[in-house]
Nanobody, 126 residues
Framework: EVQLQASGGGLVQAGGSLRLSCAAS????????IGWFRQAPGKEREGISC????????YYADSVKGRFTISSDNAKNQVYLQMNNLKPEDTAVYYC???????????????????WGQGTLVTVSS
């Protein structure tokens, strides 16, 4: 059974940093396309970053580019999202998700992802 578990959220002041982790299990962690999404209250879910093991493709939404970094540790079956220079508008529930049939060179839409973690709350105070 495929499982994803996101963790690492919390309360941080503007300008601070957090590192989110996505622990994956139930599939071979040498061929994956994992994305990070976030959803703020009253807003649609936003895809902010992804990483593909097949070709090393990484993607960042404009809203996080230059501040967030996605990485992976295949030995630990984990994908990370390092978030620096956090802003109040980054406040949201953050989810990681797995796409079993990802598009080439794209993050893909959230409805294309097959498995989702439970989400971790990030709150950035001003």
């Amino acid at each position: 059974e495929v499982q994803l578990q996101a963790s690492g959220g919390g309360l941080v002041q503007a300008g601070g940093s957090l590192r989110l982790s996505c622990a994956a299990s139930g599939f071979t962690f040498d061929d994956y396309h994992i994305g990070w999404f976030r959803q703020a209250p009253g807003k649609e879910r936003e895809g902010i970053s992804c990483i593909s093991s097949s070709d090393g493709f990484v993607y960042y939404a404009d809203s996080v580019k230059g501040r967030f970094t996605i990485s992976s540790d295949n030995a630990k079956n984990q994908v990370y999202l390092q978030m620096n220079n956090l802003k109040p508008e980054d406040t949201a529930v953050y989810y990681c998700a797995l796409d079993l049939s990802p598009p080439i060179g794209e993050m893909g839409n959230n409805y294309e992802y097959d498995y989702w973690g439970q989400g971790t709350l990030v709150t950035v105070s001003s």
